[in-house]
């Protein structure tokens, strides 16, 4: 994050959620990272070496992030589709990429949409928004550039929108499954050519809570945990990357994975903050409606403090700071200080 004044702002505002989303953002729009990605999602990709798919990316991605001008970034296509009025959406990331053995002239063969998303309880299924997502892309290439004109519905170009979940529910880690077009023969057995329906494929992507690192698999799913998930120094994970998926550290690719790692662990402390503040207040309400004058029970006080001495071991900072991140009530602060001073005294 050092000299980082994208990070920088994002902190001074409190934004940490939004810094590390745009962070990841980033981080996959590396033609290095994104070419281990369409080797395993996209199907016209998994006989052509991982080495070789960057050639196929294009030149030009655009992201809701600034990037800067390197050989390894894609521009991207805009990701703000205002084709149907009143509902707009915005993808994470939208590209276009050539597809192998086709015409020197066809420049552009496929349009790869990647999604990051922190969970799957959205309130509704990503499945459906992903199915959505694909029929946007594939209704707004009428008449744009790069599509199609008119009545020309032969040059409509394949879509795919490949979702990947941090942190699923524990039902759905480890799934990894694909939603494609199939013909199926109803009466009379007649196959029309795959090509003329196979437009729209979905690829939903669930990570593990965990991985073993240190087995010989290495594939797609571990990379990304490293990459987003795993709570190890910035030096391990670059090892890994570099020894175990090939990928050369750039540059880009060596910042940006120190600025995820730091963003990721400010997210980390965050959260515990605000669970240890909802948990206070909580334990605060519950001592009220029992009638306890104090306002918390000698076992809510113990709980808070204990939470309070793994904090400040975790984030390295003073008790003082850490009740302030979780914006303890003054009410109670001497309670839970007297008590993590006597509990760090008797752990001595």
Not at 125 to 148: D, E, I
Not at 210 to 229: A, G, P, R, S, V
Not at 324 to 347: F, G, H, L, Y
Request: glycine content about 4%.
């Amino acid at each position: 994050m050092k000299n980082n004044l994208e990070v920088a702002d994002a902190i001074e505002t409190n934004d940490l959620n939004k810094a590390y989303d745009e962070y990841c953002k980033k981080i996959l729009s590396n033609k290095q990272i994104l070419a281990r990605i369409m080797k395993e999602c996209v199907a016209e990709y998994r006989d052509i070496p991982v080495e070789e798919i960057p050639s196929y990316i294009e030149n030009d991605p655009r992201l809701d992030v600034s990037v800067e001008d390197e050989t390894d970034k894609i521009q991207g296509r805009n990701i703000e589709d205002q084709s149907v009025h009143g509902a707009e959406i915005k993808y994470d990331i939208l590209f276009d990429a050539k597809l192998p053995n086709s015409d020197e002239n066809e420049r552009i063969g496929l349009f790869i949409n990647i999604e990051a998303q922190n969970s799957n309880n959205n309130g509704y299924p990503l499945t459906s928004r992903a199915v959505y997502y694909c029929s946007r892309l594939l209704a707004k290439q009428k008449n744009m550039q790069g599509g199609f004109q008119n009545s020309e519905f032969q040059n409509l170009k394949k879509v795919y929108s490949i979702w990947i979940v941090m942190n699923p529910s524990k039902a759905m880690e480890g799934v990894f499954n694909e939603y494609t077009i199939n013909e199926r023969c109803l009466r009379k057995k007649y196959h029309i050519p795959k090509t003329d329906y196979d437009k729209l494929s979905i690829v939903m992507i669930y990570l593990n809570k965990e991985y073993d690192i240190n087995d010989d698999k290495h594939d797609l799913t571990e990379m990304l945990y490293i990459l987003f998930q795993a709570n190890m120094p910035a030096e391990d994970k670059k090892y890994q990357l570099s020894e175990n998926y090939g990928i050369m550290m750039t540059r880009a690719i060596d910042r940006e994975v120190d600025d995820v790692c730091d963003l990721s662990k400010g997210v980390r402390e965050k959260g515990r903050a605000e669970g240890l503040a909802e948990g206070i207040e909580k334990g605060l309400a519950e001592g009220l409606e029992k009638g306890h004058a104090e306002g918390l029970s000698e076992g809510q006080i113990q709980m808070a403090s204990s939470i309070v001495i793994s904090l400040m071991k975790t984030t390295n900072k003073s008790m003082s700071e850490v009740l302030d991140m979780a914006d303890v009530d003054k009410t109670i602060r001497p309670e839970v200080e007297k008590a993590v001073k006597a509990m760090m005294q008797s752990n001595r």
